[in-house]
């Protein structure tokens, strides 16, 4: 349960839950995701929201058959969704009275000591003048680095988020997806699969239980979110796998209430 009654919270929106299998946005999930984030912010705490979805809503802009596997296509994808994106956050944060300012990331921003601390600086005065950054990858420029297999630091949003959540010094970090949390076995092929209220260590057990990457327009699956769990919790941030189909229970998870998955970071005394 947590102590503080205000808190710094970082949030990460996955592809599956903002589009539509045909790769539109879902307005409705992205209007609920707002107006939740838009009221926990109006309690008094710090948020940040990290969103994917740029490549997959670009390919449907486009008017393109499939995700392209030419990178510069790739990056011209992104380029026209994320326009299109964060114009929809804009808006629909703007129903709520909630200013939001776009953040878009290179491996460089993160791994540059320098350009760390500007980075930094301006997650801070965002945060002072009760602004809700809304970060993403840039991937018309660091999708290069991705794709040829050079020097990465990012590569995927829930890596992108537990990095943000560090550097911010965020108390939560919350993984919205599309699963409900950690099961000790996959529960599309396994009904008896349970899910895994709590972790406190990564252990190899732990880890062996990551899958495979998950829907047609995302690249994320669980293993990349147990990465960023270790980098959430060394950096003292628990953090909390859940269901994108249930948006309230951000209010729960908040409250430090049972939800989904947490792993507890690891705190300076104790």
Not at 37 to 52: F, N, W
Not at 61 to 70: T, V
Not at 168 to 195: E, F, M, Q, R, W
Not at 199 to 218: K, Y
Request: aromatic share 4%; charged share 25%.
């Amino acid at each position: 349960m947590f102590q503080k009654t205000c808190y710094r919270i970082v949030v990460k929106v996955g592809t599956s839950t903002i589009t539509h299998d045909n790769g539109s946005m879902n307005l409705k999930k992205m209007d609920e995701l707002v107006r939740v984030l838009s009221d926990l912010h109006g309690y008094g705490h710090e948020v940040i929201l990290v969103t994917s979805g740029a490549i997959g809503i670009g390919v449907r802009k486009l008017s393109l058959p499939e995700r392209p596997k030419e990178l510069p296509m790739k990056q011209a994808a992104a380029a026209v969704g994320q326009c299109s994106m964060m114009h929809t956050y804009d808006t629909l944060f703007g129903e709520y009275n909630q200013l939001v300012g776009q953040i878009l990331l290179t491996d460089g921003d993160v791994d540059d000591p320098s350009r760390r601390e500007h980075l930094s600086n301006t997650f801070e005065a965002l945060l002072k003048t009760n602004v809700i950054p809304v970060v993403n990858e840039n991937d018309s420029v660091s999708s290069a680095e991705i794709e040829t297999g050079q020097h990465k630091v990012l590569g995927d949003n829930d890596t992108l988020s537990s990095i943000v959540a560090a550097l911010c010094k965020a108390d939560l970090l919350v993984l919205i997806s599309d699963i409900d949390g950690l099961y000790d076995s996959d529960p599309k092929t396994n009904k008896d699969a349970k899910l895994i209220p709590e972790v406190r260590e990564l252990s190899d057990e732990i880890l062996n239980m990551a899958g495979g990457a998950g829907s047609a327009f995302g690249t994320g699956g669980m293993t990349t979110k147990l990465s960023a769990a270790r980098i959430a919790m060394s950096a003292g941030c628990d953090m909390v796998i859940t269901n994108g189909a249930r948006m309230s229970d951000l209010y729960d998870i908040v409250e430090g209430k049972p939800v989904g998955t947490r792993f507890i970071g690891k705190k300076e005394n104790g």
